[in-house]
């Protein structure tokens, strides 16, 4: 049974001889063939002209299979070209047309040595062999299309373990992750030499400071998981807040090191790594290069120094205000039981009497200073004779304020008949010499003595404060003349600036007629009266000039914060400002944490401490960075992103091409993406994996060269169906001599190379779980294409103040909203999606270099029977029906839509009286379910 | 993970694997208390606590708890007696499973390497503070299969006000196949019991007739494709897939079912009582999971942590112990005596492993009226499965604030669950970038103390 439990193993597909390594043997040693420097192997010569040899490519594998008599299978049918291309570059399927143009193409290029021929004429088979130019016009096609990006984004998000929640316990959601999500599509898209997309996500801030992607690209760093709790209600004081910390920056090496180098340093955070030469106190170097970064929103603009300084200020106001707030809590405190009785009785006097309509009134613009002028100002539309001039305050909760919301502390009233108020000014109050106590709801009334005018302005020259900022609002201004009517009616009301945030908050709303229920008890004015009085008593004059002090101080930064434009944000791996237990290392200069060797992993034992450095594990790039004393953090991220995206770093660029060729075939040519060391496997073709990562690397690091170089070899193209291969031999040379002579090699590679671990022909793929949904989505005509922004939700939030729960059941999967592209998805970690959980997506809380690719029961339900599937299946049939026919002709184009063939007549017998005893919908449901559908030939 | 060409014996990832070892056990059941069980008022008696109530718990006041200060000692809310044959002592605070002491063995030395409750499940369940490794469920699964072709392997029954800290990742397969991960169980009468188990009710009108020649359909497409790829195996397990799939769409139904239990059955549970019902109603379907050869099933008691007004959503006693561990004292209470008894009276009590855990313990000292984390112990006990009832392994110090004999960590718990199993917790193993990972990392010995 022991044996059982390794052969499940096997199956897992791992390479057992790899992990029979089980004692190390010189585990410190470099001579490992991961470490070894790249140097460019010699393409194969290939004696046999028969070989379709269309690039080194194919050089390479055809030497391999030589070597065990085995030959590669004939290449695929256009059909079946099209579709595994769509699906590789794109992640959708071809439409009907894109197929059947693409057929008609390769049938006159290719014809007539399309079914290849096994034959004599060399000629022929050199024909077949070269990329025809409707094949080569296909893949340009692809790799220009933005769902390129879509598709190759999504497995480097599998790679680094974005998600869109923190995970862990309380899963708050992270609304700002998006934007490296958006990234990275964008740098696929353009195809960004793989040098700088490395660079960009260690150090873009510091290496590419002032660009967008420059600071977007770190949310790499942030990608995975962070221990909230762990971090903000626990300070990196105690224990536990310090094991937060740590596990947190070993998640930004772990991800740094296996995303690009393939190699799992975590493996040192105890002792020396067993297998790899990987030293315990390398593995902290790496920790000391992240050590002045938290996970965090943060803002940033194209100016990189707008950016520091704009974090600079927020830093100051939270402090100033957490000053503030002390000592007012301080005076409080000494104010006693009669201010706690005090703001009791204000508390309920304040609360809106009446209803409250939601026209609250005139809000001015907000102001970082309080003794600043703004006015607003009414046109009578003709000279009146003013008795009286009422001001009716606003009520609003907002930071809990209430009655006398935004009332002026100064003011003045005016009338004229100049609209601008120049001359003939007529006073009718002035209030400016002295604070008002606010009046709460109370309307305020001021006699005029005989003013005759059509203009009347209130001005305040001392605003009312709000939270760290300054505001005049204004519920109602009447005016009555002697006959005691409001002339003020629906006058036109003018102000230099005002909010106009309908409906609250609007200039007509201030001769709208509507002001919160009045109080004119008097009471809250007395009551306030008190309070500042008590309040006086209790302050002494050191404490007075400190507040007042603070209150200069917090308006400067409030008026410089004021001349920045709305900062973008990103949540990134970065030098976090903060409060209470999560400070970050920005309040005391974003200076890197010390950070020791930790004795087993334990942060109760800490040991030496460490330089930033890289490992020491190349031979011919050494790991020591070298950095000046007093050297900023972002230099040892900038350096670290250096030795990483080196020509020198073999580890990279071996990393990335087995990569992009596991994609392509199903599996690397090193089986273990994120492991190069001695407990991964050995690389099936370690020349051509080597020859790929120098022509990659001296052709500038393009993926989209590196792509087409795959997708156009002979390998590539090759039928994936040993039932294939016999049908195109025997139907080309039948009785031949040659034919029977295939026909045993391709029963000798069955037997030879089951797992076809040599190539000798393509893979059959499963969709991955990205691939059926959007597959679907778009087969139905449903799929909404648009880029980029913040995710799509397909779960409904319930309780989101604490622990939120996201109910996936609840949404309505019919929602067009959630009909785009599965990349841009909102990846919850705590409730993984079920549907794609079900179809082995990647769960975000861990790397994922190679996803599994299971089947079960549970995959089989949810393919017959969730919503999406079945609403997808009611919309494919009213889009066949909407393309008019009769059921036959309606199944004929289901089956072109869904698998990119015509049916057999068979076939569509069978469906079409499938679909008229049980509808259409019914017939497209079974259409998603196939294995037809599911699969890649 | 179903071979690719490599010729695999069996489609189904699930089928039954024989246990390596001579197993005590072919099932387990385990019952999760999220929130942090208090083990100084239930299960580990601490006299010289209860001696010392009212004197400070920390005279140097350079302890820290994850969110207080430590208060005084705080003796037990509830008092202990000596129970049964064996005369171990509980609390009142469980009445009816103090009845079942002679069949439970307790370790009284457990601890966890995080206070934090996110950390603490994982680690509970999957034997790392991180996220992303798979739970035991997942492992199980993985090593032996399921005894029941029409049933998943791995089944949790989550409260049914919610999730636990962590949420459906403390039931993961982490990087082992999807298919291992624990599927969860709608508790919920009224509801289908599986996610997906039927087509909505508003589609297409389809009968179950209709739905059998749709699925009979398919498979002859399905067959017909594959037949011109012969040699494939992930074809054809997809097929028995869809059989499998619809033996589900019978059986499970049929689980949930309870109108074919007794009514002294229906009583034993409290299947009746508003806040007993449900959990009672947790450990029934177990039972019946178990009976049909479900492999592995976790019952959550406690949803997730969340300051309530009234009580809290799980054991997470911070502000008022009494009331929050009262009221889930007697939820579990209730039905695990009630599964206990029941499996016992099946004769399925010898091959089903029974454990009741939580993620960590509470604090000997005072929080106000509740009582903080304490990551340095908390007690765990095991039923069944070849487990020797009465017994006791590990101790803690003598206010119960920090394991002192046998320390152990869930990885002792995994190891001694699996070996119970017939699995060596050493050979069960899964490659995943670069390391060989197993259930309890590089730890975790067998018990052998409370074993038969």
């Known amino acids: 049974m022991l044996k059982r439990i390794a052969l499940s193993l096997t199956l897992a597909g791992i390479a057992s001889a790899a992990i029979a390594a089980e004692k190390p043997t010189k585990a410190s040693s470099t001579d490992w063939w991961s470490l070894k420097p790249l140097v460019r192997p010699a393409v194969p010569a290939t004696a046999n002209r028969r070989l379709p040899i269309a690039n080194p490519v194919d050089a390479f594998i055809c030497a391999k299979l030589a070597e065990k008599n085995l030959q590669p299978s004939p290449e695929a049918e256009p059909r079946v070209q099209i579709r595994r ?135 790499f760093i942030a990608a995975g998981p962070w221990d909230f709790i762990g971090h903000a209600e626990v300070p990196e004081t105690k224990i536990d807040g310090k094991i937060a910390r740590h596990l947190d920056r070993d998640d930004m090496v772990a991800n740094t090191m296996q995303t690009f180098n393939s190699l799992t340093v975590g493996c040192a955070q105890c002792h020396d790594h067993k297998f790899d030469p990987i030293p315990q106190r390398d593995y902290y170097r790496l920790h000391a290069v992240f050590a002045a970064l938290d996970r965090a929103d943060k803002k940033y603009f194209a100016d990189a120094k707008l950016t520091q300084r704009f974090a600079e200020l927020e830093h100051q106001q939270r402090t100033l205000t957490a000053k503030r707030t002390a000592l007012e809590t301080k005076l409080k405190t000494a104010a006693g039981k009669e201010l ?99 009046p709460g709801t109370a309307p305020q009334t ?24 300054f505001i005049f609002a204004l519920a109602e201004l009447q005016v009555f003349d002697t006959t005691g009517s ?36 008097g009471e809250l004015v007395e009551l306030r009266a008190k309070r500042d009085a008590l309040l006086a008593k209790a302050t002494d004059d050191k404490t007075r000039a400190e507040l007042a002090a603070l209150a200069k101080d917090l308006e400067q930064v409030a008026a410089e914060l004021k001349t920045f434009p709305k900062p973008d944000v990103v949540y990134a791996g970065t030098v976090h400002y903060g409060t209470g237990a999560f400070v970050g290392t920005g309040p005391a200069g974003g200076k890197p944490r010390v950070i020791q060797v930790l004795h087993r992993g334990d942060v109760k034992q800490p040991k030496d401490e460490v330089a930033a450095g890289a490992p020491g594990y190349l031979t011919g790039l050494p790991g020591e960075f070298a950095l000046p004393a007093g050297h900023s953090e972002g230099e040892r991220r900038a350096a670290l992103a250096k030795w990483l995206s080196s020509p020198d770093n073999p580890l990279t660029w071996r990393s990335l091409v087995n990569r992009v060729w596991q994609y392509h075939f199903g599996r690397g040519l090193v089986e273990t993406p994120n492991d190069f060391g001695r407990m991964g496997a050995l690389p099936t073709h370690p020349e051509l994996l080597d020859w790929l990562a120098v022509e990659f690397r001296d052709s500038g690091g393009s993926l989209k060269k590196l792509h087409k170089l795959i997708v156009t070899s002979a390998t590539y193209r090759q039928a994936s169906v040993a039932a294939d291969v016999r049908r195109l031999t025997s139907q080309s040379a039948i009785g031949s001599r040659q034919s029977a002579i295939e026909q045993s090699l391709l029963t000798s590679a069955a037997t030879l190379d089951s797992e076809n671990r040599l190539l000798w022909r393509q893979n059959r793929r499963k969709l991955d779980a990205e691939a059926v949904r959007d597959a679907t989505l778009f087969v139905a005509g449903k799929l909404d294409p648009k880029m980029g922004g913040p995710a799509f939700q397909d779960f409904i939030v319930e309780k989101p103040e ?70 997808m299946s009611k919309h494919f049939a009213a889009k066949l029906d909407a393309g008019g026919g009769d059921l036959n002709a309606k199944v004929d184009r289901a089956f072109r839509e869904a698998l990119a063939r015509a049916p057999s007549a068979e076939e569509k017998a069978n469906l079409t009286a499938y679909a008229r005893q049980h509808g259409l919908a019914n017939a497209c449901r079974v259409l998603f379910n196939l294995n037809e559908f599911a699969f890649v030939d | 993970m179903l071979a690719r060409g490599a010729g695999a014996a069996s489609a189904n990832p699930l089928s039954p694997k024989p246990a390596p ?136 029954l989550p409260d049914p006000r919610g999730l636990p800290p962590g949420g459906v990742i403390n039931w993961g397969a982490g990087f082992l196949p999807a298919v291992h991960q624990g599927t969860t169980l709608n508790t919920d009468p009224e509801q289908p019991p599986i996610a997906d188990l039927f087509p909505p009710k508003n589609f297409a009108g389809l009968t179950p007739q209709g739905e059998a020649s749709g699925r009979n359909f398919l498979q002859t497409l399905n067959r017909q494709h594959a037949a011109a790829r012969v040699g494939n195996t992930e074809l054809d397990a997809r097929i028995a897939a869809y059989e499998l799939a619809a033996r589900l769409q019978l059986s499970a139904p049929e689980v949930t079912d309870l ?42 008691c406690g949803a997730e942590n969340t300051t309530a007004r009234k009580i809290r959503p799980n054991w997470d006693s911070h502000e008022d112990l009494v009331r929050d561990h009262g009221y889930w004292g007697r939820v579990l209470d209730t039905g695990a005596a009630a599964l206990l008894h029941d499996l016992n009276a099946r004769g399925l009590l010898d091959s089903t492993l029974v454990i009741c855990t939580t993620e960590f313990g509470r604090q000997p000292g005072a929080q106000g009226k509740g009582r903080d984390h304490n990551p340095g112990a908390f007690t765990a006990w095991l039923a069944g499965g070849g487990i020797r009832g009465g017994t006791a392994y590990g101790t803690t110090d003598e206010l119960g604030f920090q394991a002192a004999e046998h320390p152990a960590y869930s990885y002792d718990l995994h190891a001694t669950a699996l070996h119970q199993l017939g699995v060596d917790h050493e050979r069960l193993s899964f490659y995943h970038n670069g390391v060989q990972r197993r259930l309890t990392d590089v730890h975790g010995h067998v018990i052998k103390e409370i074993l038969t």
């Not at chain 1, 660079?199 to 949310?219: C, K, M, N, S, Y």
């Not at chain 1, 001021?446 to 900022?469: C, E, M, V, W, Y």
């Not at chain 2, 959990?279 to 592995?296: D, S, T, Y």
Request: with cysteine.
């Open chain 1, 85 to 219: 291309l769509y699906f590789d570059l794109l992640g959708l399927p071809p439409t009907p047309d894109e197929v059947e143009a693409f057929v008609r193409e390769c049938s006159l290029s290719h014809s007539p040595t399309f079914p290849p021929a096994p034959a004599r004429a060399g000629e022929q088979v050199r024909k077949r062999e070269s990329v025809t130019p409707a094949y080569a016009r296909l893949v340009d096609k692809l790799l220009a299309s933005p769902h390129y990006g879509e598709r190759w984004a999504r497995h480097w998000l599998d790679v680094v373990h974005y998600g869109d929640t923190h995970g862990y316990d309380k899963d708050k959601p992270r609304p700002n992750a998006w934007p490296y999500r958006d990234y990275v599509i964008r740098a696929f898209n353009e195809d960004r030499p793989y040098a700088r997309f490395i660079q960009e996500q260690v150090a873009g801030d510091i290496l590419f400071p002032g660009t967008r992607d420059g600071v977007e690209a770190l949310g």
């Open chain 1, 340 to 438: 706690e009785s005090l703001d009791q009785q204000i508390e309920a006097a304040s609360k809106a009497k009446g209803g409250l309509r939601p026209e609250y009134g005139y809000h001015s613009a907000i102001s970082p200073a309080q003794e600043a002028a703004k006015w607003v100002q009414v046109d009578l539309g003709r000279s009146v004779v003013i008795d009286r001039v009422v001001l009716r305050p606003c009520y609003d909760d907002f930071n809990k304020i209430g009655a006398g919301f935004g009332f002026p502390v100064r003011f003045k009233v005016e009338a004229g008949d100049d609209a601008q108020l120049k001359s003939g000014v007529m006073s009718i109050a002035d209030k400016t010499a002295a604070d008002v106590t606010n």
């Open chain 1, 446 to 469: 001021f006699k005029s003595t005989g003013a005759t005018a059509r203009f009347l302005r209130i001005t305040a020259t001392k605003l009312a404060p709000r939270q760290n900022d």
């Open chain 1, 486 to 521: 409001n002339v003020a009616l629906k006058a036109a009301v003018t102000a230099p600036d005002s909010i106009e945030a309908a409906p609250r908050w609007r200039k007509t709303n201030l001769t709208d007629d509507i002001a919160p229920g009045a109080d004119n008890s």
């Open chain 1, 802 to 871: 604490h622990s939120p729960h996201y109910e996936y059941h609840l949404h309505d999967p019919d929602d067009p909203k959630s009909h785009r592209r599965s990349v841009y998805r909102f990846l919850v970690r705590s409730q993984t999606q079920p549907f794609m959980t079900t179809l082995d997506c990647a769960d975000p809380s861990m790397q994922v270099g190679k996803r599994n690719e299971s089947v079960s029961a549970l995959q089989a339900l949810a393919l017959l029977n969730n919503g999406l599937m079945v609403t």
């Open chain 2, 21 to 156: 070892a001579p197993a005590r056990a072919r099932a387990v059941i385990q019952i999760f208390c999220p929130g942090g069980l208090s083990h100084v008022d239930s299960w580990d008696w601490k006299p010289e606590l209860a001696k010392r109530s009212g004197q400070p718990f920390d005279p140097t006041g350079k302890l820290q708890f994850f969110a207080s200060k430590p208060g005084n000692c705080q003796g037990s809310y509830w008092p202990f007696r000596q129970h049964g044959r064996c005369g171990r002592w509980m609390s009142d605070l469980f009445p009816r499973l103090a009845a079942c002491v002679d069949d439970v063995a307790f370790i009284h030395s457990m601890q966890s390497k995080s206070a934090l409750h996110g950390p603490a499940m994982f680690m509970a369940n999957s034997g790392f503070i991180l996220p992303g490794f798979p739970s035991m469920g997942a492992w199980v699964t993985y090593g032996l299969g399921s005894e029941s072709e029409n049933l998943p392997a791995f089944v949790v």
């Open chain 2, 259 to 300: 109108r074919g239990e007794t009514d002294a059955t229906q009583r034993l549970y409290d299947l009746a009582d508003e806040d007993t019902g449900p959990f009672g109603r947790q450990c029934l379907l177990a039972r019946r999971l178990v009976e049909r050869g479900v492999r592995f099933v976790q019952i959550y």
